[in-house]
């Protein structure tokens, strides 16, 4: 497989992946300058906090009304991930990424043919599994009969039962690594905490 000069090989122990690192830049430029836009703000508010010891500046706050919402901003780096995290799934697309996925559930059919309710991944009725790929996201639905091919052809994490919840995370925490240490850092670390044994 012929990789462009813009995305990076990944070797998994299946295939090899590629990843557009062009997008993981784009998000580690928005990670750091959010960080430094929130560090540029908590030093204006410390400034501030500096100048109220003087009685005519705390006055003249008083007066103009600009103290009354000023207090600091404490995010960590998973909340500043979290908030700029969608844009960056939404362009990544399905096609690019490093094919961990979250099982999300098992469920039966509805009356309509459409997936009904959640049961257990054994369940005898059971007739669609549904699996979110960490790197973006839209959910993948797939048949009872080919879930073990794709489970055998795929890197799957995360329980019997999952949440939307979990999968947020689970992207917020993958691309916070990814950010800061690399992919295949990252790779490793999802797959040591949530690999499905």
């Known amino acids: 497989m012929a990789l462009l000069r813009d995305e990076k090989q990944i070797i ?8 557009k690192e062009e997008l993981l830049e784009e998000l580690k ?15 204006n508010v410390r400034r501030v ?15 103009t009304g600009l103290k009354e ?10 909340d500043i991930i979290g908030g700029i995290k969608d844009s960056y799934i939404y362009k990544n697309g399905k096609n690019n990424t490093n094919k961990i996925y ?13 997936i009904g309710y959640q049961v257990n991944y ?12 960490i790197e973006n996201m839209w959910p993948i639905q797939v048949g009872i009969e080919e879930s073990k091919e794709f489970e055998a052809n795929n890197t799957i994490i995360g329980t ?13 925490e993958f691309l916070l690594e990814a950010v800061e240490h690399g992919q295949e850092v ?9 690999r499905r044994k």
């Open 12 to 19: 998994s122990n299946r295939e090899v992946i590629v990843m």
């Open 29 to 43: 430029k928005e990670f750091i300058n959010k960080k430094r836009e929130i560090e540029r703000y908590n030093a």
């Open 49 to 63: 906090k500096e100048l109220e010891k003087d009685d005519n500046v705390k006055e003249f706050l008083k007066r």
């Open 69 to 78: 919402n000023l207090s600091y901003i404490r995010k960590s780096d998973i």
């Open 102 to 114: 979250f099982y999300y559930g098992t469920f039966v059919e509805n009356k309509d043919g459409g």
């Open 122 to 133: 054994r369940n005898k009725y059971a007739k669609t599994r549904l699996y979110y790929d």
């Open 160 to 172: 019997h039962y999952g949440s939307r919840m979990d999968v947020n995370y689970i992207q917020k």
């Open 186 to 194: 990252a790779k490793a670390k999802i797959l040591k905490k949530y």
